[in-house]
């Protein structure tokens, strides 16, 4: 296993019985997997099979197994509240199914910033940061201006307008003022789930040598 | 004179003598006039026939006389410093030429919420608070939710890449999470200095009534 | 409070159940609350609870309680017609539930100009102009230019083709040749009626020192 | 000639003496010629070998000779000021170029309403009305809303920011809510004037039967 | 009637109740209406009161009476087949109803150049042509090259990919390199159809002096 | 040699030391070189060096040494005219530097169809056909429609407005109504003439199995 | 037969009875007929009327009849695997349809690179190489730097964000790093799957000679 | 220092003189400073001022004084070529002044896999890995599908037509196949070094607890 991990599913436009398939090949081979964007369909019939299996209708992740690795220190998912919600558990439920603690931090938005700063040390003592927003996106730039730790930023598709469908926070998170600030695909909550682990397996690893 | 002032003219795609001659005339028939966009050539031509007149290269406006209405009463323009000068000066400019006071903050990034929050009073007891902002334009959203007064965002085209000229600011300052901000045109600070005297001027003749 | 406000629910994306549980809450704490983009099957919930709330299906405004404050002088909004006028009514309703007057000018389009300039009066009367429009959104231009008072443009999503879901009123508007319009998201008709609340309310407490 | 007129030369792009030599060729078989985009360096070299050649430095035209055909009836070419010349007197000296008699209406926007209204009669009794406009590019609405007759829309390409070289109003004037416009490419004054000849043209040939 | 027509209802995004109340105050004032994207209920309902009325599922227009002037002279529409059938019709439908004899020309496409060039005379003959077109818009381009007649192109929204829902067959027609060929906005066979009775009624009302 | 052919520089972006080099190091290793986007300069310093290479300063290409193999049958590149030219020249060039024979049709334009139809035969006789257009790239359809052989279509920059840059052209080509054909991205004269020398490597190769 | 082959039907956006219509006609004329993007319903009308008719609702390709030329050498479909199926089937279909003999290599992504690698043979014997890729279209150029023969991209439309419905792979393939990569529309493996049989056709009818 | 590092001067859009102000102020203060995009003008000026500060014309950074922490390990930086080679040196020379060990392997495109494949090891060894790519931006998935460790892309702005200046590496890397690579703006090579010191400094401060 080059990277750590057995690979992911993504069950977006898959059909229920491709994922049950792959799902099943993964099951056997790496005694764990996980699937994103997983529908409730997908979930009955892998539970079926695999008893142990959790769905989550939130995150819609289906996962079995748990990593056999456990990264000491905490990964923070921060949001502004409701609407971002499934990105920001796609990502926690992402990390923590690859061996992070995670912590969420979910009602600090940047228009209330006060709620945002009662949490300033939560977030400095956090080893990474995943920031998730829709709207403007700002919340990526008062984080990564507080921390001096990497900072991960998931734009989310959940707006109108000028909003263009997560367009936005995207182009303004990548022209964020606070540098280091990096970013994945909009509602790509995996991808910062998975950046995450990846730097606390760099870690753990370093560590133990 | 419909709204209060005499009209602007736009400097910018205009010849200096072409400005020339229109200012003269606007001297003519309102005592006073104005010039945006204005180049060091137009000011010295108009220099020559109005030896009062203003040349401000940071803001690029060129102005004589003065407004015969002061409004009391402050209007801020608050901006994250050296790049978004020009068009925070344009649109301070703008203001004070219409009769507004006019308070400057010109230090403060979301980056640094600190700096911006050591303003908070500041900002509060304005009338009405400009915010010029490149970058992410997230300036506007942390502003809009410290104060309860009319905010007017000016997205500016200093930036590279996925800021597309100002782009970014723009849709980031449209889907502001903060309520009640409202946006004028990519660099327009001429647009938001006249639209918070606006107000201002509404609020004077309410006032006098 | 800060804004002078409860904060107001936006309704999109979440969940009947969701929203009942913030309107409670709000409720409880300030007697009064306001969600947009309200679904009937929202309204039914909250009627439950709360029989004073009242639902517009047009504007989709589920609101109960009323400001305390009252603010004197008119707010008009103006459109063309039929198809701006659901985001119209959000505009109306959000400035009425803060406390403003509102005098609706439904009829409206910049190709019959003449009808229009018959209500050029009442337009120069108002404090503050709600101008809605989609197709080119031409209608921002012509009522401010009419108009000494802060004029705030709303582009609507409805048209097709070349419309681009109201992003050509957009940039027409932030184009507009009238100089001190401001301008909102696409189909933020709330948005727009909270910012003439918020001028309403600085003249009121000015008035009042 | 298929359509009445030899092909006219797009001078941009081309070197001047690629553009010499075409328009020799013209000349010798057609008796007349016209450049579009034409530089200073083109009409002095063209004007050493055809001394009656015209060249006019605002609209760019470079012209030789004169339509044999004279259409009766007039054509206005309408605009709001300054930065809108070149692309109104592009459009204009390709109409008269072709045979038509243009009236100019130069100083016409939208939010001085009343300035373009005093010209409504004249607009009334046009055969053909080119509305040639920047901005936001309202004036096409108001213009086509006052006429019975064909209304060619020209975006121009000045402006800055939402305005997108032009763009905006391109979107803009395919999205009038005015029935019947109809729109070319933007700066494209050469297209409109050339569509208005035709129309003159077919209205000049029926009569004529 | 400044236009020398009724009003047209655009029925997309009304009620049918709100198309009906239209449409019957229409037929008072004029004796005769036309609706626009009407739907198969508009009609029913429609046709109760106005057993006259027509209703079209092709074009989607809803019809009731017919023009007092006919005008001679043949305005052609062209389109490539199957799909901007729709629109095309939308054209024909508009322009016969308010009085033009219109001639369709409905499987010529550009990939099959000599099915094309098979209609030349008629093309040819024809007072206006209006050119219906999506994939690549190219039909507009060669037409508007084989005659000296006004051409009026509309591009459609039928296509997939790069074709961007008709932004690719606009953006084309607009760059058309034949000279004098006006645009509409996408699917707006309407507003061909509209341009081309405006060009007939100025043909006849000219010859009629 | 994977491809068949040794390495082409790219010249844009490079100093002239830079190319001259990657050039020499070409030289040494293949005995021949190719350089597309060359200037003037780097031409100079190259020719000093290496006395037998030559400089085209319409299609920027700076060659030395001959391709080894021939291909017999005709590739044709056929273009509109002026503007087009460099493009067309850089694709012509680099399939005769590559072993091609081509025969240009450069005077054809789909407004003009006849011209292009008097080259009908040769058209069909091609093996392979490089269309290179600017404008609305309309031509690539009607030859795609033409001929059974593999058209391969470049749009170029040249144009202003809603061409943008050459966007315009190769969304049209793209959607182009006749099958088969398939796009290079704008300006990219080389591509096309390395992917008709890749076919006729193809052929020459199983021929002479 | 000037291309050598019937006219496909594109089945995307007619009715099932106008399909079966052409598609009759079709067989009368040619003995074979092809739609694609064709509907089970389509499917199930035509098989009545010809009971050889075969539909593969991956593809959604539907086919009567056989080609009479066979081309010997492989065609290539490339792709990383269940997304792009229906694209990579569609290229095929059409391939094999026209005579074309097809191998699959369909489960090969850049970023399990050995994976690919392991196909290098197999690649570089084909004569023509289709490669079908949504997410970042990567392959194309990994691909393309592989081998000596023509290589036809198809983007493809599966995706989401950034992805923006198959555009991101479209500019990326279009963008290539790998020369004479050419590429067809978005999810157009009809166009790829056509263009390889035109370069076999080509490759045969030399060879004939 | 809440970053651990004093702020950097962003050398884009500040005069000369700005520059040295706030270079000085930093001296000061920190004992070091860099400022990125600088010009050879403003390094003039600071070095007759710090003597001992390197400007690096490749990179256009200008760095005086060094971290005062190392990190062991090494961060790659990996690029195809010549003409990204400015923004990789960027990255580089970031990471370099803030206390990293970089690796440069500069010579590795997508089209010429086997190279790339040399390097393996490296990059597998690696502890951070930045991707710096113009063209389609592919190298980011297939080195991220190649290492167990973060990796940062990095789009840059050469190349034209459909690469926008860099929208189309950007948006490929952000919908790139291998998971967990993350993205900053187009350009920002330092942005990708300061990331990657931010994973280094975390990683060095854990294991020193
Ligand atoms: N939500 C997601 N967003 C982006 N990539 C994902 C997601 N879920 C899984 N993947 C990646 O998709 C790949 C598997 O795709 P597939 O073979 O289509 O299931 C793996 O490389 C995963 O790392
Ligand atoms: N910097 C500016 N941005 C936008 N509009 C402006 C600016 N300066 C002046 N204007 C407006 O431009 C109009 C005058 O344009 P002009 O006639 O071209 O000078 C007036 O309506 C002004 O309000
Ligand atoms: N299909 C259509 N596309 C564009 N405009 C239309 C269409 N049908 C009617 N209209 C115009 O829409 C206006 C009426 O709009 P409404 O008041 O919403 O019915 C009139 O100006 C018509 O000329
Ligand atoms: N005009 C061009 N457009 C696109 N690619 C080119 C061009 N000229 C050369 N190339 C390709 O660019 C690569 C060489 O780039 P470079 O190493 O920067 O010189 C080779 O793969 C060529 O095939
Ligand atoms: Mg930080
Ligand atoms: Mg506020
Ligand atoms: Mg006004
Ligand atoms: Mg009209
Ligand atoms: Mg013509
Ligand atoms: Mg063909
Ligand atoms: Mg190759
Ligand atoms: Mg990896």
Redesign the interface.
């Known amino acids: 296993e080059?990277?750590?991990y057995p690979e992911?599913v993504?069950g977006?436009?898959?059909t229920a019985s491709?994922v049950v398939e792959i799902f099943s090949h993964l099951m056997e081979n790496h005694g764990r997997a996980m699937v994103t964007r997983a529908t409730a369909e997908m979930s009955v019939l892998i539970k079926e099979r695999f008893p142990d299996a959790v769905y989550d209708p939130v995150s819609r992740l289906l996962t079995c197994g748990e990593s056999p690795r456990k990264y000491p220190?905490i990964v923070v998912v921060a949001c502004?509240g409701?609407?971002d919600l499934p990105i920001a558990e796609e990502a926690a439920g992402t990390a923590v199914w690859m061996g992070c603690q995670v912590e969420r931090i979910y009602d600090v938005?940047?228009?209330?910033?006060d709620r945002l700063?009662a949490y300033r040390e939560k977030l400095q003592e956090a080893?990474?940061i995943i920031v998730v927003a829709g709207?403007?996106?700002?919340l990526a730039?008062?984080v990564?201006?507080?921390?001096?730790?990497?900072v991960?930023a998931v734009?989310t598709?959940?707006?109108?307008?000028?909003?263009?469908s997560?367009?936005?926070?995207?182009?303004?998170?990548?022209?964020?003022?606070?540098?280091?600030?990096?970013?994945?695909?909009?509602?790509?909550g995996?991808?910062?789930g998975?950046?995450a682990?990846?730097?606390q397996?760099?870690?753990k690893e370093?560590?133990a040598k």
Do not use: W
């Open positions: 080059r990277t750590g992911v993504f977006q436009g898959k491709q220190g502004a409701t609407s938005g940047v228009a209330g910033i700063l080893r990474v709207m403007e996106g700002a730039s008062v990564g201006g507080l921390v001096r730790r990497p991960i734009p598709s959940i707006g109108y307008g000028a909003h263009f997560g367009l936005t926070p995207l182009l303004s998170m990548l022209s964020s003022c606070a540098a280091g600030v990096t970013v994945v695909n909009i509602d790509n995996f991808g910062a998975y950046a682990a990846m730097i397996q760099l870690v370093v560590a």
